[in-house]
């Protein structure tokens, strides 16, 4: 086959023709006569070499056309050949093949040996992994029985501790001091007990009836030791100049596992010591607050009386009322002053009365009211601590505090009802809130109630005091208010101040009730501002009066801040419309004729056809006599607008103003002679425009 390939390898280039035909060999197959060929069965001869169609080596002997006998032949004697080279190697290596088998045999003999030996190796292990089997069934079991006695034991031994009384625990409970110690002591016995009573063990033990009585009798003898001991360190509380809160914090809380023993093991006497510090703080609060309240009624300020209302006539009050005080202080009836500091001071410690008293110093009702309740909030707040963490519970503080609340309710039901001073009853709606922000922070919820109270009873009397001042206003006697005076009327003053007051104190709260008040109150004191400024003959001293009255009024606001709103609009819309009238009014006092031909006969055309046109002698009598006394004329006004505004600043501005108009007057006029035929004959006596405007200027250098 070899060959066969080689051959056709040698000819690559041959044609087509030369390709091993299968139908031609296996008709030469069968053409061939064959002794056999009787023996030999070609089925399935076809399938094969159709199978061997595809193999190159076939197909490469076969195109050779070789017989497949002569090549099976060489074949056969190929492979005789080997095999007698192969005899020829294994003769010469004869001897090392018989070397090679004796060892085996002795290897085998060995390996006989060691098997022997290892069977009985086997047999030997066998024996021991079942002893070592059993031994570990047998740890195993004694393992869990140890671990069982372990269990029962601890659990007897913390049996035996729970419920044996040392000898040392009944000395320290029957002898010793109450101290820190007691209180450790105190402590394991509160733990017997409810092991006693809660373990469903011990009822079954013999051991409790042993035991029960002798923790009877410690607990009975603990129970009546804490009790004297608390109500002695209680009984201190009583004692005149004693900090409170330093001996509640430094001494009490120290101790206050009796309070909860007490609650556990005995609460008859748990509520005998609850109901003796309720009772003795209550006392011992109730009285500290009393006097200090009368300490602070020493140094009230009487503010307001009943007859201190805006609409009031002055001559109408008691004379002996006004001398109890000096007129510093009446005052502050309307006006806030200083009195807004007590809402920057707000967190500032509460007032010491004889300091104070000894200084002769005195304050505005509202001063005393955020101390007495900067006081309160301090007390109440370490209170309601101490008793949340001493007692555990929050009710009691209700309890303690009835008296206190009680105290301070009856002297403020003592002064609210004789209070007028509407500004000192809103500073304390404020500073009630403030105080209630101020808890907030602090998250304290005890005075929540109380606070809501006062700030309730406050407003209705604030809105009571107000509507007597809107009465004021309303039911005002014109006759008697009225003086023959065009400057600032004192009912303005006040209702200026009063109202200044009102916003500024408002600024940082946006009460929209209180804004409708201060607007009920601004039409009140409208409609008397026209009835009193109706009391004039002249209509110029009317105006004079409105202009001085809204000029004080917005300069009163402005000094309280920029926050004056639609209050102050109002009033300057008001001085700005009566401004206006002034300056006519002036105008036409001085300059009556100049201005009635410019309001009449100046926009009319003289060329025109008017049945009766503009002529030079209607306008040379008013050429010549502006001419002749125009600079007098000024000077009056000047003198005139001194003397009638109080504000000078505003005078000048109206008198620029009037100075003003009276150049539009007279440039109108200047104008209108232009367009006069002739009127070019008194160009010689027409004042200058720049002359009137350095006249102008000279004045308004006084600014």
Not at 92 to 101: A, I, M, P, R, T
Not at 418 to 425: F, K, Q, T
Not at 511 to 534: F, H, S, T, Y
Not at 543 to 553: A, E, P, R
Request: proline share 3%; with cysteine.
């Amino acid at each position: 086959m070899a060959e066969v390939a080689a051959n056709n390898v040698n000819h690559p280039c041959e044609t087509p023709k030369n390709v091993f035909d299968f139908g031609a060999f296996v008709g030469d197959l069968i053409v061939e006569e064959d002794a056999s060929s009787d023996d030999i069965s070609l089925e399935g001869l076809q399938e094969e070499l159709e199978e061997c169609k595809n193999d190159d080596v076939v197909a490469n002997i076969l195109s050779k056309g070789i017989k497949l006998r002569e090549y099976t032949k060489g074949v056969e004697h190929n492979l005789r050949k080997v095999e007698l080279d192969s005899i020829q190697d294994y003769i010469k290596e004869s001897d090392n093949l018989v070397s090679l088998h004796d060892q085996i045999r002795d290897c085998d003999s060995i390996l006989s040996q060691m098997e022997t030996l290892l069977s009985g190796f086997q047999v030997e292990i066998g024996s021991i992994s079942s002893d070592i089997k059993i031994l570990q069934e047998k740890s195993m079991d004694m393992g869990l029985k140890l671990k069982n006695r372990k269990v029962a034991e601890s659990k007897l031994a913390k049996f035996v501790e729970d419920i044996i009384v040392p000898p040392r625990m009944v000395d320290i409970i029957v002898d010793g001091e109450v101290n820190d110690e007691y209180m450790r002591t105190l402590d394991i016995l509160s733990k017997k007990l409810k092991f006693v009573d809660t373990d469903p063990m011990v009822k079954d033990s013999k051991a409790l009836k042993d035991v029960q009585p002798e923790l009877e009798k410690l607990r009975q003898k603990a129970v009546s030791k804490v009790f004297d001991f608390i109500v002695q360190k209680l009984q201190a509380l009583r004692k005149p100049k004693t900090n409170i809160q330093i001996l509640q914090q430094n001494v009490l809380l120290k101790y206050k596992y009796i309070i909860s023993f007490l609650k556990e093991h005995s609460k008859e006497v748990h509520l005998e010591v609850r109901a003796a510090y309720i009772d003795t703080m209550n006392k011992v609060l109730s009285a500290h607050f009393r006097a200090y309240i009368q300490a602070l009624e020493k140094l009230q300020l009487d503010i307001a009386t009943s007859n201190d209302l805006i609409g009031v006539e002055t001559r109408s009050t008691s004379l002996f009322s006004r001398g109890r005080e000096p007129l510093k202080n009446r005052s502050a009836v309307f006006a806030l002053g200083e009195r807004l500091n007590v809402l920057k001071e707000i967190d500032q410690p509460a007032l010491i009365p004889h300091i104070a008293e000894a200084s002769s110093l005195k304050y505005p009702y509202e001063v005393l009211f955020r101390s007495l309740h900067k006081l309160l909030m301090d007390t109440a707040t370490s209170e309601y601590l101490f008793c949340d963490e001493f007692f555990g519970e929050e009710s009691i503080f209700y309890e303690i505090f009835a008296g206190p609340f009680a105290v301070i309710d009856e002297h403020f039901n003592s002064i609210l009802p004789n209070c007028y001073d509407a500004i000192g009853l809103m500073l304390m709606i404020r500073i009630v809130h403030q105080h209630q922000l101020i808890m907030s922070r602090r998250r304290i919820p005890c005075l929540d109630s109380y606070l809501d109270k006062v700030n309730i009873s406050l407003w209705p009397r604030f809105k009571m005091v107000f509507d007597m001042h809107l009465s004021s206003l309303r039911n005002a006697n014109v006759k008697l208010l009225w003086e023959d005076d065009s400057h600032p009327h004192y009912v303005m003053r006040r209702y200026a101040e009063f109202t200044a007051s009102l916003i500024h104190i408002n600024v940082e709260y946006g009460d929209g009730q209180l804004e409708l008040n201060m607007e009920r109150l601004r039409m009140a004191v409208d409609e008397l501002l026209m009835k009193l400024a109706k009391m004039f003959s002249k209509p110029k001293l009317q105006i004079v009066f409105l202009i001085n009255n809204c000029d004080m009024t917005i300069a009163v606001l402005k000094e309280a801040g920029p926050e004056g709103g639609k209050i102050q609009q109002h009033f300057e819309e008001m001085l700005k419309s009566n401004t206006g009238l002034f300056v006519e009014e002036l105008l036409m006092e001085h300059f009556s004729d100049l201005i009635k031909f410019v309001k009449t006969r100046a926009s009319e055309d003289p060329n025109g056809s008017n049945e009766r046109p503009i002529s030079v002698s209607e306008v040379e009598p008013i050429v010549k006599d502006f001419g002749s006394r125009w600079k007098g004329a000024i000077e009056l006004m000047h003198k005139d607008v001194i003397t009638s505004f109080s504000n000078f600043l505003c005078g000048m501005e109206i008198l620029r103003a009037a100075l003003t108009q009276l150049l539009l007057y007279y440039t109108r006029l200047s104008d209108c002679i232009k367009r006069i035929n002739g009127g070019a004959a008194f160009n010689k006596d027409l004042v200058s425009i720049s002359s009137i405007m350095y006249e102008i200027r000279k004045y308004s250098r006084t600014f």
